[in-house]
């Protein structure tokens, strides 16, 4: 299970923890670790999908885009002005 989540393999430890689960539903650990690995498969989803974008507004020249997309999420603005 562990090797699974720190290879970035989600779906294959989500996979592993309902098992876990199946077997020892007494354990609450493994419904943790598996909501755990479940937020972390979709935050670098989402993050690879802003990046994607914003990569192809800076390729493309597309301020106005990256602009707006900065106004739209604010904490992404902070992490980009962390970044500079």
Do not use: W
Request: contains cysteine.
């Amino acid at each position: 299970m562990v090797q699974a989540y720190r290879a970035r393999k989600f779906d294959e430890a989500i996979a592993h923890y309902n098992r876990a689960f199946e077997l020892n539903d007494e354990d609450i650990s493994f419904l943790t670790n598996r909501c755990s690995t479940t937020v972390h498969r979709a935050c670098v989803c989402v993050c690879v999908r802003v990046s994607a974008y914003l990569c192809a507004c800076v390729q493309h020249a597309n301020h106005k885009g990256f602009v707006e997309l900065l106004q739209k999420v604010p904490s992404l603005a902070l992490l980009v002005g962390a970044m500079a």
